[in-house]
């Protein structure tokens, strides 16, 4: 009797909409959604492989040991803050009693703020630590000593919090690759969104319809809100809301496989981008990087120039040399995700920075010549968009 194996059903909870999602392609894009939250708002923590937000524990001892200041304080509730490395940090502190067990309860949180497209926020609570104690008058002075928390008027001059150097190496990265990728997360994302509007176009029905209207209505409404360095970023996420939102008038099964279809390619293109960016050089890579920048001074100038023409591979050894510091652990691309479909041939239109498309190019496995070749499409310019979306209403 042959054994039946089932397969391995995966589950990922979407925060915004509480929806489960099952499918590892809608998993993984949502994946990397959340990555774009982490990076763009500078978060500590990261998401489990359940969709939860948590922070490493390593980040936690810092945050206890962090001077803290009292900003107010209402019946046992403080608001706490402090500066590190010019950004501001924010907790709470509550203080309850736990009756059954004759005690009292300290639990300080760390807040972190995500800023949506629509200007709303959303706060994320994480719990740093606990104290528990006998409830005696003492109680308050103790739990402040443990989470080194203290009045402003007490202390003068700075604090020493410019030694807790895990937290500031994970700021300090994650503000680095938040500027190093915005001009390619803006390029792939121009992809998805004209390939996503292609498949709508070609397909009618009451869906199409509803999302190309929506979207005309929306990108008008977008116009004086975005900037050309970040336009396709901002209209990637507002289609998304659209496709979301009027995802219960999705009928046609080869419509929804052509979106997820979509959706893939999006998404091996977002994990190149990140796993160029962040990924560390190899030994024997950085061993000839350092003999070549050790030969350089001995050349002699005249003839040397073509030899000299290397300084770029100097410079490019040397900063990698620093990503691969053992101080750096902080992961920017959930490397958890295990689910990557083949990467298919996709309809790409790329921006008129000649050196975008040369970089671009470099790391999605040589195929950008093949795509264009095949299915050639004339790039637009903002204005004939932003005319485009106007002529669907």
């Known amino acids: 009797m042959e054994e039946v194996l089932q397969e391995e059903k995966f589950e990922y909870v979407n925060r915004e909409t509480g929806l489960v999602l099952t ?8 994946k990397s959604i959340q990555n774009d939250e982490i990076i763009d708002n500078g978060l500590l923590g990261s998401f489990t492989k359940e969709g939860k937000y948590s922070i490493e524990k390593r980040f936690l001892r810092e945050l206890v040991e962090i001077r803290k200041y009292v900003v107010e304080s209402f019946e046992y509730r403080y608001v706490l803050n402090t500066i590190l490395g010019g950004d501001e940090l924010r907790f709470t502190l509550v203080i309850e009693d736990l009756i059954s067990e004759e005690k009292k309860l300290a639990t300080l949180r760390f807040i972190e703020t995500v800023r949506k497209e629509d200007g709303s926020e959303e706060l994320l609570k994480t719990i740093v630590a606990t104290y528990k104690d006998d409830p005696d008058i003492y109680f308050v002075k103790k739990a402040f000593k443990v989470f080194n928390i203290v009045e ?8 020493d919090n410019e030694e807790l150097l ?7 990265e994650i503000k680095s690759l938040k500027a190093k990728r915005i001009s390619m997360l803006d390029f792939i994302s121009s992809a998805y969104v004209d390939e996503i509007l292609a498949i709508l176009r070609a397909n009618p029905c009451k869906f199409s319809e509803f999302v190309l209207r929506k979207y005309g209505e929306s990108l008008v409404l977008l116009k004086n809100k975005i900037t050309s360095e970040n336009y396709y970023i901002l209209v990637k996420r507002m ?13 046609d099964e080869n419509l929804s496989s052509q979106i997820l279809k979509a959706k893939q390619n999006y998404v091996n293109n977002y994990k190149n981008l990140h796993e ?22 001995k050349s002699s100038g005249g ?9 770029k591979v100097k410079s490019a050894g040397k ?10 652990s902080a992961i920017y691309f959930d490397k958890s995700m295990s689910v990557y479909p083949k990467e298919e041939n996709r309809e790409a239109k790329p921006k008129p920075q000649e050196k975008e498309d040369n970089f671009f190019a470099s790391f999605i496995d040589g195929k950008v010549e093949n795509i264009l070749s095949k299915r ?11 005319d485009m979306g106007m002529e669907m209403n």
Do not use: C, H, W
Not at 23 to 30: E, F, H, Q, R, T
Not at 166 to 172: A, D, G, T, V
Not at 276 to 297: D, F, G, H, R, V
Not at 304 to 311: F, Q, V
């Open 319 to 328: 900063k990698p040399a620093k990503k691969a510091s053992p101080k750096k």
């Open 376 to 386: 050639a499409v004339a790039s637009k310019s903002l204005k004939n968009k932003m």
């Open 166 to 172: 895990s937290i500031l190496n994970r700021f300090k």
């Open 303 to 311: 003839g040397g120039a073509k030899k000299k023409a290397s300084p």
């Open 23 to 30: 499918n590892p392609v809608d998993i993984a894009y949502y």
């Open 239 to 251: 289609l998304d809301k659209i496709l979301d939102g009027a995802k219960v008038q999705l009928k």
């Open 152 to 159: 402003k008027d007490e202390v003068e001059g700075k604090s």
């Open 276 to 297: 160029e960016l962040t990924a560390a050089p190899k030994q024997e890579e950085i061993k000839k990087q350092n003999k070549s920048s050790e030969a350089a001074p």
